[in-house]
């Protein structure tokens, strides 16, 4: 659907052109100096400032050599490297079945020493039960109109659940209270998913707190994110995966992670939570008999 508005890839190309501008602006030169500097015309610098035209590597690279700021080189070329394949589209991932879709991350997560997952309102695939896992996939394949391979997508999710318990992983993991609380399937398959995530919070190798509804806090995240190392931060939309590989960005994730940590709680005071949300399932379910 077409809103008139420019593109997430061309908002980010233009983004980097005010970065280089700057650059070039700190450095004291005119846009037909480095234009001379790095071999071109000087229009082209226009259109890449301008975010008309992207910058190659080797026009970053030397635009960064002329303007003597070679710290900024890698930052940059990460950038322009995601711009253009930011966004990967759910529906066309999907076109061959969820299944692909569950296998595709596993080379990623088997890479992976630390995880930290942020999720405000939903439980994370890596540890979700079977049948909380059938009711999310089996409400996606329909939206994305992807063909239905449910059990096979299911059977897969579940595989990919054996890095949480192999290698050396490591989970940090900060959830929403609003996550346990969410109805997703039927009250026996939520009251099945809360002992999941109960019996999770004794792995050694998991670190999971839960941020109240009435905690105060210092952030407030939209969405939720994943982030791989220091190599990634996939963030997910309704029909697209956004993957962040700028060094930049990475680290003001890593910073929102941490202060949303320091707003969740750990130990029994989030197995509290996640009972107490027990509690409430075992009264509804009460209430419907």
């Known amino acids: 659907m077409r809103t008139g508005r420019p593109s997430p890839a061309k908002q980010a190309r233009e983004a980097l052109g005010v970065r280089l501008r700057e650059i070039r602006k700190e450095a004291g030169l005119t846009g037909r100096a480095l234009a001379s500097g790095i071999g071109c015309h000087n229009t082209k610098v226009s259109r890449i400032e301008n975010g008309a035209q992207a910058p190659t590597e080797e026009n970053i690279r030397a635009w960064c050599r002329v303007c003597r700021a070679e710290d900024q080189i890698p930052d940059l070329i990460a950038t322009a490297r995601s711009i253009e394949s930011m966004y990967v589209e759910w529906q066309r991932q999907t076109r061959a079945g969820m299944k692909r879709l569950m296998l595709s991350s596993v080379p990623l997560y088997e890479r992976t020493k630390l995880f930290r997952i942020y999720e405000h309102n939903i439980i994370p695939g890596l540890f979700q039960t079977a049948e909380y896992s059938a009711a999310m996939l089996s409400y996606f394949i329909d939206f994305l109109e992807a063909p239905n391979?449910?059990?096979?997508?299911?059977?897969?999710?579940?595989e990919r659940q054996r890095i949480v318990y192999s290698g050396h992983?490591?989970?940090?993991?900060v959830l929403e209270e609003h996550a346990i609380r969410v109805r997703v399937g039927s009250l026996d398959i939520m009251a099945g998913q809360l002992d999941r995530v109960l019996g999770m919070m004794s792995l050694p190798r998991v670190s999971l707190g839960i941020i109240p509804e009435t905690a105060p806090r210092k952030v407030f995240a939209s969405v939720g994110f994943w982030i791989y190392d220091e190599v990634m931060v996939e963030v997910e939309t309704p029909t697209a995966g956004l993957e962040v590989t700028q060094p930049r960005e990475i680290r003001l994730y890593a910073t929102m992670f941490q202060q949303l940590q320091q707003s969740a709680v750990y130990g029994a005071q989030a197995r509290a939570l996640v009972t107490r949300a027990m509690t409430d399932l075992a009264s509804d379910w009460g209430d419907t008999h």
């Not at 391979?149 to 579940?158: I, Q, T």
């Open 149 to 158: 391979d449910l059990d096979a997508a299911v059977e897969a999710a579940m």
């Open 169 to 173: 992983h490591r989970f940090a993991v």
